[in-house]
């Protein structure tokens, strides 16, 4: 069998030492030693000769897969193509290496021991007590999920060459063997609690954010994106910074500890906010093989699995390729996995690779039959438009309760759930009142802040459709503390559609959830405000007297209210 091959710098080497280090690929450890006494004295001698660390991998039958050339003060781990680090167990190697001085094991490498998941990591010293070794190891976290580092005491090598008996035998790795497949065994029996506890994929989301007062809403609106994509999350790496970093995007220590604490915690998703630019998801895609993907991604995939219609798929899978196109590298787990998981769901390409050509391909394709739909659409709206049917447009931020409101008010059965963008497709209802009127109610899609540049034009057809109408009713929920912070980003969005100066009514929903049912989101100048529960139709009674007025000199009759039809 050949010799496992040197991974480092050997250009420099005499060929003696060159011969001597791949000879060290060919010795063996037993296998319930963490190393032997012969071997570790044959690495400390060659590395102070060449003034240079030297690292074994050794897998747990002994043999020696990787010897590693480092420089004087650190080594270059290569990648692992193992398929083992999965559900809580380690890699099935653990890592021998030389200290050229008496330092412990410092932070980049107990860094690459959670990494790596390493079976454990052994730093050799040479003093004139002779050969030291300081050791450390992946344990589980006591009553909490994920695992931690340990790391032991300095010991003599003479104390890893005997077995260990009672408490001594807690403190010292030995045997090798049992030890190990105890530690794997309870890492692995941690995993599982906590996938059992946490239901869903386990996310750690990566935020820039310059602080102050919105940094608490968009945290929260964060989770709840993650709750309604089905995504349970870990925690959040915060960065306090005016811009994210553009290379790196949390700055290169805060990553790397990111990644570690993603490691630690069996995360499966970094979810990232703001946006990631090519260049920062090559940097993170890079340096990880967890799955990468950021809040546009996010969003589009909740919207893929709420899109039922032709047309909302046809908008969603157009959305996710504008997004992408700009991204694709070529390489890298955020953009070659656009079928896969959270963040590549929906009615999209099968194919693991997507090339830009055929992405552009694909784009003209949508866009095409998406200008086929449109035109149908307008000739829709041009059939109420002769009609003379008033059209009233729900709008407001996701999960303000619109299309609780249509249900309530129409008897109709749109999807209505605590979740966000839980409508998609728009909804059209007519709503009658006395004497043979009646008007077009139009449920919308919810907005959010930041809306995605490529979720807003390849919706801008549906979003359009809000332009057109007659009366808007702006949905808001009242129990939201961030609630004027909504107002302002709907206002926004209109403003942009050209419906800014569209007659509309501020509609208050859930004043049921406030103390004294009076919301505290007012803005100067609204007039036509309506306080209501979009769950008991009896609240809805003056919005609706409202309406008709706003359209016809009232007559009202005593009893008779709003009919759906």
Known sequence: MAAPLVFGDTTSLKSSHAKALAKLGERSVPADSVVSAALARELLELSHELNRRIGLFVNRRGKIERVILGDAHRLHLPEFSRVRGADGRLRGVRLVATHLTAE??????????????????????????????????????????????????????????????????????????????????????????????????????????????????????????????????VDIVLQKRPHPDPRTFLGAGKLDAALVFALEHDVELLICDPDLSASQARTITNATDINVIDRTMLILDIFAQHATSADGKLQVELAQLRHRLPRMLGKGTMMSRLAGGIGGRGP????????????????????????????????????????????????????????????????????????????????????????????????????????????????????????????????????????????ETV?????????????????????????????????????????????????TRRLMEAIESRFWSRQPAVGVGPEAR
């Open 104 to 233: 412990v094991l410092d932070r980049e490498e107990l860094a690459d021991l959670s990494k790596l998941k390493l079976d454990l990591s052994a730093a050799l010293h040479r003093g004139a007590a002779g050969i030291s070794v300081d050791m450390a190891c992946l344990v589980p976290n006591p009553g909490a999920d994920g695992y931690s580092v340990h790391s032991f005491p300095r010991f003599a090598l003479s104390e890893l060459l005997r077995e260990a008996d009672g408490v001594e035998a807690l403190a010292r790795p030995v045997p090798f063997g049992d030890f190990v497949r105890e530690i794997e065994a309870a890492l692995v029996s941690s995993t599982a609690r906590a996938r059992t506890e946490h239901t869903g994929t386990r996310a750690l989301i990566l935020m820039s954010h310059p602080g102050g007062a919105s940094l608490e809403p968009r945290q929260h609106e964060l989770h709840e994106l993650c709750r309604t994509a089905g995504i349970g999350v």
């Open 348 to 487: 999209g390409e099968t194919k693991l690779e997507v090339d830009r050509r055929r992405a552009k391909d694909r784009i003209t394709d949508l866009e095409r039959r998406l200008d086929r739909l449109e035109a149908q659409r307008d000739q829709k709206r041009a059939r109420r438009r002769r009609r003379g049917v008033p059209v009233v447009a729900i709008v407001g931020y996701t999960n303000a309760g619109k299309s609780t409101l249509l249900n309530t008010v129409t008897n109709a059965e749109v999807r209505a759930e605590n979740k966000l963008f839980a409508t998609l497709d728009p909804t059209v209802r007519r709503l009658r009142f006395p004497q043979e009127r009646e008007i077009v109610l139009l449920d919308t899609v919810g907005l959010i802040r930041d809306l995605p540049p490529a979720l807003r034009q390849a919706f801008r057809a549906t979003l359009e459709e809000i332009a057109d109408a007659d009366l808007l009713l702006h949905v808001v929920d009242a129990s939201d503390p961030d609630a004027e912070q909504q107002i």
């Open 491 to 539: 206002e926004g969005v209109l403003d942009e559609l050209g419906a800014g100066d569209l007659p509309r009514f501020l509609v208050f929903n859930k004043c049921d959830r406030l103390a004294d049912g009076v919301p505290h989101a007012s803005p100067a100048g609204a007039t036509d405000q309506f306080h209501i529960s979009a769950l008991d139709r009896r609240s």
